[in-house]
């Protein structure tokens, strides 16, 4: 077994023969078999464009609390997600503190016309009208990790020896969603009681595209992460970075949806992460 994730460069799978889309296939499949994930590069995600959802969402999360607080919502809703809404680390059913962190959740908004499937699944998006650059980047940057995902599927089914759209025949209407995450220092860290409502789901699979942590002094990092629920448990593409470079992730593994609680107030601390 590997003692590393690979890195698979999606280049040759884009723009090569036959033979060169038959390499990277093998490729995909030696490192699901092996290490169950892998990086890639060359996924053709513009720079640029992470950058202005990095920009954007910087200029939201500086707002005055009172006026994020008129986008709030709890786990599954589209908006904003205060600090102590979330608390991952319970999703391997450990009993931890809430996350510190502030995240704004977009996702799809396609709606099916059955009003119990769309009050989950495809609720509209709330975008701040004091950061009018923010809906036309965050918009922009799922139609590409969209995309993405879709590549993705293909290239595992070509892995598997199956037809091309083996997978992306039952992605027509997916239900993906991504949250922008921000950490602030802990000069500012705030504690706060959150009361999500419990819920589970089916397996989702996920992409998204994230970059190093920015270098601008007195900045603390932005992820953001890009899902979808609707992609079959069989292979399911995710998004990574590593060292600041444009790269993407991808997992062979169901991904059930984390289970949430009410939590009491209490204190942690927080590690910066990266972002798209």
């Given amino acids: 077994m590997p003692s590393s994730v690979p890195v698979i460069d999606l280049t ?4 090569g023969d036959e033979q060169a889309r ?4 093998a490729e995909v499949d030696a490192a699901l078999r092996s290490v169950g994930f892998f990086l890639l590069t060359g996924h053709g995600v ?24 008129r986008y709030a919502v709890t786990v599954a809703g589209r908006g904003w997600l205060p600090p102590g809404v979330e608390a991952n680390g319970y999703a391997e059913g450990t009993q931890t503190p809430p996350d510190q962190k502030e995240s704004f959740a977009v996702g799809a908004d396609q709606q099916t016309g059955d009003p119990e499937v769309d009050g989950y699944w495809f609720q509209p998006n709330v975008y701040p009208s004091e950061v009018p650059g923010l809906r036309p980047a965050v918009v922009a940057y799922l139609q590409q990790m969209r995309a993405l995902a879709d590549e993705l599927l293909v ?15 039952h992605t027509g209407h997916a239900t993906h969603t991504m949250n922008i995450n921000w950490y602030p220092p802990m000069t500012i860290a705030r504690i706060q009681t959150s009361a999500p409502s419990p819920s589970s789901t089916a397996s989702r699979a996920a992409a998204a ?25 069989t292979c399911s593409p995710a998004g990574a970075a590593h060292a600041g470079s444009p790269t993407a992730t991808a997992s062979c593994r169901p991904r059930p949806r984390p289970r949430t ?7 942690t601390s927080t590690k910066p ?4």
């Avoid at 040759?12 to 723009?15: G, I, L, N, T």
């Avoid at 959802?53 to 609390?65: D, I, N, Y």
């Avoid at 992460?273 to 798209?276: A, E, G, K, Q, R």
Wanted: glycine share 4%; hydrophobic share 30%.
């Fill in 261 to 267: 609680r009410t939590w009491s107030r209490s204190s």
């Fill in 155 to 169: 290239l595992c089914a070509a892995a598997l020896g199956l037809e091309p759209d083996f997978f992306t025949r």
């Fill in 12 to 15: 040759p799978w884009r723009d």
């Fill in 273 to 276: 992460t990266t972002m798209p």
């Fill in 209 to 233: 595209c994230r970059s190093g942590p920015s270098r601008t002094a007195g900045r603390t990092p932005l992820t953001s992460r890009a899902r979808s629920r609707s992609t079959p448990a």
């Fill in 22 to 25: 038959s390499a990277v296939a």
């Fill in 46 to 69: 513009p720079d640029d464009l992470r950058a202005q959802v990095r920009t954007q969402a910087r200029s939201f999360f500086a707002l005055p609390e009172e006026t994020k607080q």
